[in-house]
């Protein structure tokens, strides 16, 4: 668990604060978005990346 909160906190910003906001304050879409002025769209294409990033790094480090 610690790890996956590690790789959370490597990913870059853009990706990091939708997925924090999402996940952690539990935050639809849609509140992200507002939260951050983007689109609903472009948080989650976000969150989608960073989600195929974190599965990329834990693959990688054998975590998965």
Same mark, same amino acid.
């Given at each position: 668990?610690? =790890?996956? +909160?590690? $790789? %959370?906190?490597?990913?870059?910003?853009?990706?990091? @604060?939708? *997925?924090? &906001?999402?996940?952690?304050?539990? =935050?639809? +879409?849609? $509140? %992200?978005?507002?939260?951050?002025?983007?689109?609903? @769209?472009? *948080?989650? &294409?976000?969150?989608?990346?960073?989600?195929?990033?974190? $599965?990329?790094?834990?693959?990688?480090?054998?975590?998965?």
């Amino acid at each position: 668990l610690i =790890l996956a +909160f590690r $790789a %959370v906190e490597n990913l870059p910003k853009r990706y990091r @604060d939708p *997925v924090l &906001l999402h996940y952690s304050k539990d =935050l639809d +879409f849609a $509140a %992200v978005a507002q939260a951050l002025d983007l689109s609903t @769209d472009v *948080v989650k &294409l976000r969150v989608w990346r960073a989600r195929r990033m974190l $599965a990329a790094t834990m693959k990688r480090k054998r975590i998965l």
